[in-house]
């Protein structure tokens, strides 16, 4: 299972497919992966945040930048309406998660910036930003490959550039070892492996 979790963390570019999960009604393990790990970053409103700081809490971390054109809106989208439904479901069990999007794009996603972007998705989820070291660092410990595309524009709050980076849907327990991969779609496949009903489901099964 390791093997294919590696195999998806390949794929790099934001459009590209991951490994396909709920494969018998099963989801891609995580369990035993060295993926998350301390860290210290700015959420969306400013404020010093801490991997530790999340203890006790599951947790649903998503890499990806505001800029992103159509992967990250999407994934983020499905994930927060499912979220949205299992804190309905499930009110108790959802207040144990946090869900988090951890920017690939520190050059333009500012918190004012990243505020807006995750503010539209759902109130509970938090951004989180810093220096590009930093988000370097950070995404080495989970497993994130990211890179600006070549030749598609100069660094800068106003550039226009697209950022290639994994599909990396986690989620995370509340001793902060990574569970499984949320699922997302497969633009491959006809199915609808990530839509909001499969993300409730999928929150049903792993979050106690
Ligand atoms: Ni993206």
Known sequence: MIASVALMLMAAACGQAGEKSGQNGSYVSLAGAKIGGPFTLTSDTGKTVKWDDFKGRYRLVYFGYTYCPDVCPLD??????????????????AARVQPLFISVDPERDTPAVLHDYVSAFHP?????????????????????????????GKPGASAQYLVSHSRTPYLFGPDGQPIALVPVDDPATPEAEGKPEQIVRFLESQVR
């Open 76 to 93: 983020l989208q499905h994930i927060m309406q499912g979220f949205r439904q299992f804190e309905k479901d499930a009110p108790e069990r």
């Open 124 to 152: 509970r989820l938090i951004g989180l930003t810093g220096s590009p070291q930093a988000i370097a660092a950070v995404a080495k410990q989970f497993a994130v490959v990211y890179g600006r595309e070549q030749g598609s």
